[in-house]
């Protein structure tokens, strides 16, 4: 029998995961059968839990439960006691291990396929929540030099730069931003909803890329903001998701599959929805 995998979240019929670590699985020849996992909001453990019973090797984790498995999970990597949540699960046995590979995705897309050099990088990060914490370890291991992170709620970016106690860390307000920055990555949900996130113009008219962690079949408000505001280059999140995704693929299986005809297919296919 196939090794089963799945991604679990509520809601999760919208998910591309299936679709991704099909193409994975077909690519490097494992022997994987990956689906969804509806979980009721107050069911995640036992959901999880019956699935590992049943014999599944692993779990991706989405909203809203990756907070539930950090708590959950008995083991961790550093990635995900430095976001405070997981979104990769691995049965192994001697218990569950709880990984966090958002923050991994995000780096790889950046410098593989985008070519921006993060060692040295001066970043703003838009955003104190789970995406902006996920973000943060990565992004420091790769070198950047500093990371501002600027939240509509001043106290949660100070909790953040504490928590992380790194001198190149600092809290910025909305209002005291200077176009100073190559990257500004966006980790607010601002724009999911067609909200601009209220950082100035000329703050992303100065930065060579402004990377969004969402994605849609059409550009993203934050992306659409960056260029007309004049930045350089701007990109949404589907890159960081197949990243990701193959960064859960090798936590898993040990092998990492190329992700390059996978992001290209998806990019095909969301241009083909968006007509």
């Known amino acids: 029998m196939s090794d089963r995998y799945a991604v679990v979240g509520n809601p999760v019929a919208h998910s591309r995961s299936p679709s991704i670590h099909a193409r994975f699985a077909h690519q490097t020849g494992e022997d994987v059968e ?34 539930e498995a950090f708590a959950w999970a008995p083991r961790h990597s550093a990635r995900a006691r430095a976001a405070g949540a997981v979104n990769t699960l691995r049965f192994d046995p001697g218990g569950a291990y709880g990984d966090n590979t958002d923050g ?24 104190a929540g789970g995406a902006a914490r996920g973000a943060i370890l990565p992004l420091l291991e790769a070198g950047a030099a ?40 966006n980790a607010t949900s ?27 079949a059409r550009e993203t408000p934050f992306v659409a903001q960056a260029r007309e505001a004049g930045c350089a280059a701007a990109c949404d999140g589907l890159g960081m998701l197949v990243e990701q995704a193959a ?3 090798l936590v898993w299986r040990g092998v990492r599959p190329l992700t390059a005809p996978v992001y290209e297919a998806l990019r095909a296919e969301l241009a083909a929805e968006a007509r």
């Not at 953040?160 to 860390?169: I, K, M």
């Open 34 to 67: 990956y689906g969804r996992l509806l979980a009721p909001p107050d069911g995640f453990v036992e959901a999880v839990e019956r699935f590992r019973a049943d014999g599944g090797r692993g779990l991706n984790v989405t909203l809203p439960f990756k907070l």
């Open 104 to 127: 991994a995705g995000l780096v790889r897309d950046l410098e593989s396929r985008l070519g921006f050099a993060l060692a040295g990088a001066s970043i703003l990060l838009l955003g």
């Open 146 to 185: 500093r990371i501002a992170i600027a939240n509509r709620t001043a106290s949660r970016a100070l909790e953040l730069v504490a928590a992380f106690a790194d001198p190149r860390l600092e809290a910025r307000a909305f209002d005291a931003l200077a176009p100073e920055f190559e990257l500004v990555v």
């Open 190 to 216: 601002a724009g999911v909803g067609g909200a601009r996130v209220p950082v100035p113009d000329a703050v992303l008219r100065r930065a060579a890329l402004a990377c969004d962690m969402y994605y849609a």
């Open 247 to 249: 960064e859960s693929f």
